[in-house]
């Protein structure tokens, strides 16, 4: 039995290294090429190839359970590299171009009636910025005829106490000017003297006074002239 025991474990041995090394199947049946077997190890080579195959069958179920688990894995890193965190943001740029706006208020001053020669009257303007941006601006006036050679303007600041009453502001337009072709500044592109500069917002008041001459001889009698005072604003920003 000691010599049986010593070939049994040496056949178990194989086997155990035949199962680690997961031969090729044809590989199993080579064992008998290996040369006549004892008869009397028949039986036990029979339960030794029954516990082989099943110690294969464990081996091999356990080598696709690990090729399974490795795809397993291999294709958990690629779902893992798609699962990575990551982020995204973005900025918004609007852009909105100023203004340039120019009011003058009122639209049309009272009309003067029954002039005389000798006579004037006052009105005040007020200018104003109504855009976001500042400005110059200039003005000119021009008075239809008959009466348009014969007007004159004079223009000036507010008084210093507001107003017009006492017409005691700096002189913007000097006394004695036709009033057809008066005028401030330069429409011109760019800063010209005489230019007025209003910031955004703000606004001035201008007075203006109209005078009939003690010149103006009879052929003037009951005649109608209309005047407009026009101004032109242009931006100050990069305009130099
Ligand atoms: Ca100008």
Known sequence: MRAYSVVRASHAG??????????PVGVIGSRRNRGPS??????????LDHDETTRRKTSRRGAIALLAAVAALTFGAGSMSLALFT???ASTWSF???TIDITA???AVTAVTDMMPGDSDTAPLTIANAGNAAFRYAMSASATN????????????EDAGGGCAAFTGAVIVASGTPLNGAGFGSAAQGA??????????TSEVLCFRVSLP???GDPFQGVTSVASFAFAAEQTANNP
């Open 14 to 23: 194989l086997r155990e290294s035949l199962a680690r090394s997961v031969p």
């Open 38 to 47: 004892r008869k009397g190890f028949a039986a036990v080579d029979r339960n």
């Open 87 to 89: 982020d995204n943001d």
């Open 96 to 98: 909105t171009t100023g």
């Open 105 to 107: 208020s009122p639209t």
């Open 146 to 157: 008959p009466l348009g050679a014969q007007l004159q303007l004079t223009v000036r600041a």
């Open 192 to 201: 010209q003297a005489g230019d007025r500069i209003l910031a955004a917002g």
């Open 214 to 216: 003690l010149t103006t």
